[in-house]
């Protein structure tokens, strides 16, 4: 960062500042407008060649580093770059500049990864019990319990790399964004512990959570209308939220009620002629719900059976029709932590709690800001 000799990267004219996702804009408003611009163009194109062409991402990286290091969207941006070309040391520099500039530890994962990078699982381990994962927000607490598990991996202790895996989160009828990677880390532990068998069932529900996944988000032909692509966007968007089913049947009925047939259509207007017919507008006959509500429910994910207080890996599952597992177990989290920092490099959710120090970092924010 400090190289005299760094030469930025062009810029193709075709990006601009708003490619930037709006979140890590709003955090460049420190800056000069001039500055902010070049910045965000900077941070576009890393976003867009960090996994073709993790190098030159890295440049641009290095160069909206060295126009605006007190920015901690950016210091996150160059950490995350480093740690794709495998330069531990500076990713873990980097993100913990991060952390003490925004007081934030949704980082603490790839923190605890690139330790183990070093070749070093204890700190790894120590770094992540140095936070109460209760404090932690559900898909950062998952991805520190897969990077736990990979630490004990790496140390021999199979049995106690199962129990790292063992969280409320793993659970077999929902699938959450953070599912396919916890499911496949578990089938891993499995597999290094000779229970094929197991190993098995859960490579084939991550499989299912990832298709269970993309479903919820597909919003289908409803897009040609404007308003209603924002709805079924918005169901999407709850469907993840609360989980999606991973029962094939259930999921198709969902897709299924989508689109009203004719009939629909026809006791609606029955029901409009009944309401506007009644004496009192609170009478038993009144109209039924609005056919806009009607017309595009959210995903029913609330009559699943809840699943039993039993053990992950002796409760029954359910019937498996999905492709067998296509990739290596995500036993040692690296994988799983980077993949979840893809949208965090550009996303809203950048800033809030923890702190954090390093003395490696005694001068890292006297880069050159001349453009601010």
Known sequence: MRDDDFVAPELP????PE???IGARAQLKTLTKDNAE????????????????????HQHALAASRRAGRIGVVRETLAITAYQLGDFALALRELRTYRRITGRDDQLPLMADCERGMGRPERALELARSIDPATLETPVRVEL???KSGARLDLGQPEAALEELRIPELRKDKAFEWSPALFASFAGVLEELGRDAEAAEWFALADRAIDALEAAM???????IQITSERVEQAAADALDEGVALDGPAADDADAERE?????????LLAEAEAAGADDAEAEGAAEPAYAARRHPAPDVSDLDAIEDADPTTASIPVVDAPAHHGAPATDGADAASAAQGDALFGDDLLGDGSG???DDAGDDDESEAAR
Request: without cysteine.
């Open 260 to 268: 009203p047939s004719i009939e629909d259509e026809v006791e609606e």
């Open 218 to 224: 597909a919003p289908g032909e409803l897009e040609s």
């Open 19 to 21: 490619d930037l996702d």
């Open 145 to 147: 319990a897969i990077v």
């Open 13 to 16: 004219d075709d990006v601009v």
């Open 357 to 359: 120090d390093d003395p």
């Open 38 to 57: 070049v910045v965000a163009r900077h941070m576009a194109m890393a976003g867009q060649l960090i996994d073709e062409e993790p190098e030159l991402a």
